[in-house]
């Protein structure tokens, strides 16, 4: 690992508040283009309106651009909050925070919730939520460091581009021996290059010895923190336990997690195995209900998909305790241990992947025509490595596969790729050209939206076939669902304020699964 250059642009001390019943009861703020860093009140009106998480970022990013504010723009904003629950030990789910911006790829306010430590540590170090504004010349870190009570804008040389060993590296750096207190925020070469980036939240796994990584994918918000000059965002914070969040009521809490995180014990093995195989549980549910998106959502059901079900993924993923918070019993955040990439930076070498999950399955495995369980498990380490979200990667380049097999373009617009469905190669290596800005790779990074207008005004594709077959909605590629024999899953994906996006609208399991919609 390459020895890190560390020089301090600018440096904030402050007096870390005790939390208050689950609120540290301010907000950071820093902007990159001064650089400034300050702090901000939490008033009582914004607890009671917006209580926390995505109704604090939204809070912010309202304040903070106007009307006219394009996503490049300095004063659009990254902001990041946990909830009062947020941070509790006990209770499932409670280390999710929301990320939010305005975005590239639809041009409006997107948000993506993420697990990880990083949530819980930014509201223990003394901030319900952080906003970043303003762009910087040079790549900056921006640290929060609760232990030393202290906000320091770094830059930092010497880190890779690849954001498992950004995390690794700052991990080690910050962490002074003890790497669990570290939780880093970054992205990687393909935000900068395209508009569909990600960014990854690490948390440290004790017993596989590594910094893990978890997505905010939607949007493109790793294109914005990467636009602003952001290398990584660290937070430090070195004490977990229920007292640190100061319930108003611990019993009453220990109480309903009790109740919870046995009902999740209990049920969990019959009904989902998340603690087991997480979302791969679904493929081939959504296989048999003819809702699992094949060849660009063309089809809704392939007899190879239990290549990729749960099964195949169970003898795949690493055994051992997978919970991306301390204590919560969901614990389904699987990956695979000694993965060999056959293509890319690290062909040949063993790495270790975080997950798959159901989206990423769907969407870089049977969407492209794909059902090889270890393809779709080296695309998922290498839209995490370079910072895209699987979900638009896989859907954008489902959508070039289809006109190519259409002849809507060909090999003279791909340079040369022979895009048919099923083709794994070719689906890797626009991937590994998103991450290098170059090539076909390039235009499909644009996504689904622009890829459009791009097809249609330079390469002479009908427009109107264009706009039957490319899956997105308000400038937001489709998440992985057959929506057309579900009244319910389209409208909530037609009024879904960020788009078609299944964590505010997941209604198909209860319409085609089990029937609890009416039919019209």
């Known amino acids: 690992m390459a020895e890190l250059n560390v020089k301090e642009v600018k440096a904030f001390s402050y007096e870390r508040p005790p939390i208050k019943n689950g609120y540290a009861n301010q907000t950071l703020y820093a902007n990159l283009s001064d650089p400034s860093i300050a702090i901000k009140p939490v008033t009582e009106q914004m607890k009671q309106i917006f209580v926390g998480g995505r109704g604090f970022d939204l809070w912010l990013l309202w304040n903070a651009v106007k009307g006219s504010t394009k996503w490049n723009d300095p ?18 789910g409670s280390g999710k925070s929301i990320v939010a911006s305005l975005s590239p790829t639809t041009g409006s306010v997107i948000d993506s919730n993420v697990g990880g430590f990083f949530g819980p540590y930014l509201k223990f170090c003394g901030f319900d939520a952080l906003e970043v504004q303003g762009k910087s010349r040079e790549p900056l870190v921006l640290f929060i460091d609760g232990v030393n009570q202290q906000i320091r804008l770094l830059e930092v ?9 950004i995390s690794e590296s700052l991990t080690e750096y910050f962490g002074q021996g003890k790497p669990r207190n570290i939780s880093v925020v970054c992205t ?21 010895g590594r910094a893990r990584l978890k997505q905010a994918g939607r949007g493109g918000i790793g294109t914005v923190f990467a636009d602003k000059g952001l290398k990584a965002i660290v937070a430090r914070w ?15 809490l220990r109480e309903v997690a009790k109740l919870h995180s046995q009902e999740i014990m209990e049920q969990d093995p019959k009904q989902n195995q998340m603690a087991q195989v997480g979302t791969a549980h679904l493929v081939t549910i959504m296989n048999d209900y003819d809702l699992l998106p094949t060849n660009n959502y063309r089809y809704g059901q392939h007899p190879d998909a239990p290549k990729m079900g749960m099964e195949v993924f169970r003898g795949l993923f690493d055994k051992g305790y997978d919970g ?4 919560c019993t969901l614990a389904c955040a699987h990956g695979v241990k000694d ?69 809507l373009i060909t090999k003279e617009h791909t340079g040369g790729i022979d895009l048919t469905f099923g083709n794994k190669d070719a689906a890797l ?46 400038g937001l590629e ?17 009024l879904a304020l960020k788009g078609p996006q299944h964590d505010e609208a997941w209604l198909i399991f209860l319409d085609m699964v089990h029937n609890f919609m009416p039919t019209f």
């Open 75 to 92: 004063e659009n904003e990254i902001c990041i909050a946990s909830g009062p629950l947020g941070g509790t030990p006990i209770y499932p």
């Open 157 to 165: 040389q010497g880190l890779s581009d690849n954001a498992y060993e």
């Open 188 to 208: 990687g070469p393909a935000a900068r290059h395209t508009l569909i980036g990600c960014l990854n939240f690490s948390w440290y796994d004790p017993k596989r």
């Open 238 to 252: 070195d004490t977990v336990n229920v007292a640190v969040n100061d319930p108003a009521d611990e019993a009453a």
């Open 324 to 327: 991306c918070w301390v204590g």
């Open 339 to 407: 993965f060999v990439p056959t293509s890319g930076p690290m062909k040949g070498q063993k790495v270790f992947v975080d997950g798959p999950e159901y989206e990423t399955i769907a969407g870089c495995g049977s969407n492209l025509g794909i059902f090889d369980p270890l393809t779709v498990i080296e695309m998922n380490y290498y839209c995490d490595t370079y910072g895209l979200d699987t979900i638009s990667a896989g859907t954008s380049i489902a959508f070039a596969m289809e006109c190519f097999e259409t002849s």
């Open 429 to 474: 290596e626009v991937l590994h050209q998103m991450a290098r800005g170059q090539g076909f790779g390039r235009i499909v990074g644009q996504g689904v939206r622009r890829m459009k207008k791009i097809f249609s005004d330079e390469y002479g594709a009908k427009r109107s076939i264009l706009e039957d077959i490319g899956m997105e909605a308000k």
């Open 478 to 494: 489709f998440s992985e669902y057959i929506s057309k024999e579900s009244l319910a899953q389209q409208g909530g994906y037609g």
